[in-house]
């Protein structure tokens, strides 16, 4: 079974913190994802990679960046948290453009 | 550009009734369509798929027709239980390897 882990469940952090959230996958695939979700408002794309050290901005990349150094590993940072970041934060992969597999969600509060 | 609408919710049935979560969408040539679940405090996971016009994904009792000539992939299941409880995501994927999902739509079956 395809695994997709992320590093923290639920992280509260103070306003203006550098945020990192890690994602790792275990099949191999090429295609790496991070969303954000918020009540209303569904899943929305805030940054993807579709190969080590590419990155593409999603529809909401403003307040974050990424890192992809090796295939498994994706890594979305908070340069500066802000309140509005508070959301629940999902990791996902895939191969091409099948289904993606879903981490389990971080939850971050921002005070 | 891609996109998704799904039904609001949140739905709310009784052991046993009838499902129905509608889903069409908008897109450019030949999308692959997904029904996702999430359960309370996870991520989200796949519940089926289509790939082609008049494909049917089923799994676990639910079923999705895609239809090119109404755009739609409406979730159907004959018979809920308590345990379908959980929010549905209607989603696409086309040829340039992101997603789209809908909003979301809570369902809570009760016994």
């Known amino acids: 079974d395809v695994k997709v882990t992320q590093s923290s469940r639920y992280l509260v952090k103070r306003t203006g913190e550098k945020v990192f959230l890690e994602c790792v996958q275990d099949m191999d695939h090429e295609n790496m994802f991070w969303y954000r979700q918020d009540p209303g408002l569904g899943l929305r794309l805030i940054y993807f990679s579709y190969d080590v050290k590419m990155k593409e901005k999603g529809d909401i990349p403003e307040g974050y960046s990424v890192s992809r150094e090796k295939k498994e590993r994706f890594s979305l940072i908070l340069e500066s948290a802000s309140t509005n970041q508070t959301s629940m934060y999902l990791c996902?992969?895939?191969?091409?453009?099948?289904?993606?597999?879903f981490g389990p969600g971080t939850r971050l509060l921002v005070l | 550009g891609n996109s998704v609408t799904q039904m609001e919710g949140p739905v709310t049935l009784s052991e046993e009734a009838f499902l129905t979560i509608n889903c069409t969408y908008t897109?450019?040539?030949?999308?692959?369509l997904f029904w996702y679940v999430q359960y309370p405090g996870e991520g989200l996971q796949l519940l089926l798929k289509a790939t082609k016009a008049d494909d049917k994904g089923s799994n676990k009792g639910f079923e999705a027709t895609y239809r090119k000539e109404t755009t739609s992939f409406h979730l159907e299941k004959g018979s809920v239980q308590v345990s379908d409880s959980a929010v549905y995501f209607c989603a696409l994927s086309n040829n340039n390897n992101d997603m789209r999902f809908g909003a979301g739509t809570r369902l809570t079956v009760k016994p």
């Open positions: 897109a450019t040539g030949y999308p692959s």
């Open positions: 996902a992969s895939s191969w091409g453009k099948e289904t993606q597999y």
